[in-house]
């Protein structure tokens, strides 16, 4: 297979292509395209042969479910068996927006995008090109994220082509996403409602809409999982990567030792140069870091790094999904 680079308008996607690469899904393949969190990779997901697919291109396990994608709230009604109070409060806070929903589903969502379970994953993203592709679709969109599993979600075309180039049948390049980090997951099934994974949607903000809200799975372990981003090891670069809170110690270490070393600090801690170190600096709020972390990541693997340090940003609300992307990343 060629998969076919089209670059497209961000703010102001061009009819036709959006037809193209709707026509495309409407046919069983396979497209990435832009949100405002990461490139997603999409198929029909009420097409079950096409779902597969997507699993068969990103090498994912099938027991790892996929986000589905809607339009707006209309469209993910159709998706459920059951639409609370809580989860309309939610969408019509954040949507279109990275928050996803866990809810109860119909029997119009094939198991395959479920995992084999009884609930899906639903949220409305705000990019243009993601909202117009779904409009042009009619029909909602499975895509994770368009990388090959547990390694490093893409927030460029380049990237995707990295890992997907021949197994996909098209990319709309519309530029850096700009969020950096994949969207909030939040189950509702439970109650209180649950943090599955920490995303650009802060605890803070959802408790603001919705009340307290726990934090981490709470269901048996042999049950299918509710959301992805749960495995111990995802959003990995190549390199070997650990993160500390006094990092220089632990690159001069590995220098001492040969290693060609790739380095992460934010600007607080700003480093003065070390020789033979790779370093990407990155910004002291949590929302900038979030933004720029992946494509440094990416910058580091693309340098050919044996290791990656990283040194630890401030805790708090606002840097959970950082953390949990960090801590995953690190995970061997």
Same mark, same amino acid.
């Given at each position: 297979?060629?998969?076919?680079?089209? *670059?497209?308008?961000? &703010?102001?996607p061009a009819p036709e292509?959006?037809?193209?690469?709707?026509?495309?899904?409407?046919?069983?393949?396979? +497209?990435?395209?832009?949100?405002?969190?990461?490139?997603?990779?999409? *198929? =029909?997901?009420?097409?079950?042969?096409? +779902?597969?697919?997507?699993?068969?291109?990103?090498?994912?396990?099938?027991? =790892?479910?996929?986000?589905?994608?809607?339009?707006?709230?209309?469209?993910? !009604?159709?998706?459920?068996?059951?639409?609370?109070?809580?989860?309309?409060?939610?969408?019509?806070?954040?949507?279109? $927006?990275?928050?996803?929903?866990?809810?109860?589903?119909?029997?119009?969502?094939?198991?395959?995008?479920?995992?084999?379970?009884?609930?899906?994953?639903?949220?409305?993203?705000?990019?243009?090109?993601?909202?117009?592709? &779904?409009?042009?679709?009619?029909?909602?969109?499975?895509?994770?994220?368009?990388?090959?599993?547990?390694?490093?979600?893409?927030?460029?075309?380049?990237?995707?082509?990295?890992?997907?180039?021949?197994?996909?049948?098209?990319?709309?390049?519309? $530029?850096?996403?700009?969020?950096?980090?994949?969207?909030?997951?939040?189950?509702?099934?439970?109650?209180?409602?649950?943090?599955?994974?920490?995303?650009?949607?802060?605890?803070?903000?959802?408790?603001? +809409?919705?009340?307290?809200?726990?934090?981490?799975?709470?269901? =048996?372990?042999?049950?299918?999982?509710?959301?992805? $981003?749960?495995?111990?090891?995802?959003?990995?670069?190549?390199?070997?990567?650990?993160?500390?809170?006094?990092?220089?110690?632990? !690159?001069?270490?590995?220098?001492?030792? $040969?290693?060609?070393?790739?380095?992460i600090v934010w600007s607080?801690?700003?480093?003065?140069?070390? *020789?033979?170190?790779?370093?990407?600096?990155?910004?002291?709020?949590?929302?900038?870091?979030?933004?720029?972390?992946?494509?440094?990541?990416?910058?580091?693997?693309q340098a050919n790094v044996?290791?990656?340090? +990283?040194?630890?940003?401030?805790?708090?609300?606002?840097?959970? *999904?950082?953390?949990?992307?960090?801590?995953?990343?690190?995970?061997?």
């Open positions: 297979m060629q998969t076919e680079r089209v *670059a497209i308008d961000p &703010l102001h292509i959006i037809a193209r690469a709707a026509a495309v899904l409407r046919g069983g393949g396979l +497209v990435a395209f832009p949100t405002e969190t990461v490139y997603g990779l999409g *198929a =029909n997901a009420l097409d079950e042969r096409a +779902v597969q697919s997507i699993f068969a291109a990103k090498g994912r396990p099938p027991t =790892n479910p996929l986000i589905v994608h809607v339009p707006d709230l209309a469209a993910a !009604v159709t998706l459920v068996s059951d639409m609370p109070a809580p989860a309309r409060a939610l969408a019509d806070r954040f949507w279109p $927006g990275p928050l996803s929903l866990v809810l109860l589903k119909s029997a119009r969502v094939p198991d395959v995008v479920t995992a084999g379970g009884p609930t899906v994953a639903l949220r409305a993203p705000a990019h243009p090109v993601a909202l117009a592709l &779904l409009q042009a679709c009619g029909f909602p969109l499975a895509a994770p994220s368009a990388n090959p599993s547990t390694h490093l979600s893409p927030t460029t075309a380049d990237h995707v082509l990295s890992g997907l180039d021949g197994k996909i049948d098209m990319v709309l390049d519309a $530029g850096p996403a700009a969020g950096g980090l994949e969207s909030t997951v939040l189950d509702l099934t439970v109650s209180p409602p649950r943090l599955l994974r920490p995303g650009l949607a802060t605890r803070a903000q959802i408790e603001a +809409v919705i009340g307290p809200i726990g934090h981490g799975p709470d269901q =048996n372990p042999s049950a299918p999982l509710r959301s992805p $981003g749960m495995h111990e090891r995802h959003y990995a670069p190549r390199a070997a990567l650990d993160c500390q809170a006094d990092s220089r110690p632990r !690159v001069e270490q590995l220098m001492r030792q $040969g290693v060609r070393v790739g380095w607080p801690t700003a480093p003065e140069a070390l *020789a033979g170190a790779i370093i990407e600096r990155l910004p002291a709020d949590a929302a900038g870091y979030a933004a720029g972390l992946y494509a440094a990541l990416h910058r580091l693997d044996s290791h990656i340090v +990283v040194d630890l940003p401030p805790a708090g609300d606002a840097w959970l *999904a950082v953390h949990d992307r960090l801590r995953r990343a690190a995970h061997s």
